[in-house]
């Protein structure tokens, strides 16, 4: 199966009311026909926390819809689809053991880039109302990830992606997880090293692996 965008999602903050109100833009509606992907976003796309999101390396959210039904079987939720984990690509075909950082991508007239697996934050919990849903999708491993874009340009759902360029074959979004969010004795400080100088990947997350 080819890799497909088979849904785009953008949003802009706003306020989720409730006991202790938050604001978010986890909430993203389907785009129809085609939309610019530029450097920093897509058009209409914000983020309410650029402490944490945002920025050229988190310029797209992906996750891939393969996972919404183990989603849908672990946890009952049937509106686990597309925009269900705050992304702005869901896609199929694709997922974080056959997606490796530094990869580039066609879609559409854009080009882009992985820089990073996502990581899961409170907010996905608020979300679902599931306090150990970023618990659970770090376990899992089914974490989503990251692109940069390359090169601007008109994106649309429905579209392949066509792999273009492959510079870090050892590093599957999968076992950047892995060697990252290890703990204790299976905590590998030269597993770390190695990963830290692969240079497409975000530079925020080579630090924090140094600092590590």
């Given at each position: 199966m080819h890799p497909v965008v088979v849904s785009i999602q953008v949003g802009r903050p706003q306020v989720i009311a409730g006991d202790e109100p938050w604001i978010t833009s986890f909430f993203k509606g389907a785009v129809a026909g085609a939309i610019r992907l530029e450097t920093s976003n897509l058009d209409g796309d914000e983020q309410a926390d650029l402490t944490v999101h945002g920025g050229p390396d988190k310029a797209v959210c992906v996750y891939s819809a393969d996972h919404f039904p183990e989603w849908r079987r672990m946890l009952g939720e049937g509106a686990f689809g597309a925009g269900a984990f705050g992304e702005n690509f869901t896609v199929s075909g694709m997922d974080e053991q056959s997606v490796f950082v530094g990869d580039v991508y066609a879609v559409g007239t854009a080009l882009v880039q992985v820089s990073q697996p996502r990581s899961?934050?409170?907010?996905?919990?608020a979300r679902w109302n599931r306090l150990d849903l970023p618990r659970l999708v770090l376990k899992s491993g089914r974490t989503?990830?990251?692109?940069?874009?390359l090169q601007p340009g008109l994106v649309t759902s429905g579209q392949d992606l066509s792999l273009s360029e492959r510079p870090c074959p050892d590093w599957s979004i999968a076992r950047v997880n892995e060697v990252s969010y290890a703990t204790g004795r299976h905590k590998d400080a030269g597993a770390r090293r190695a990963l830290a100088a692969c240079a497409p990947l975000a530079r925020p997350w080579r630090d924090w692996l140094l600092r590590g």
């Open positions: 899961p934050c409170w907010k996905l919990a989503g990830w990251y692109f940069r874009v």
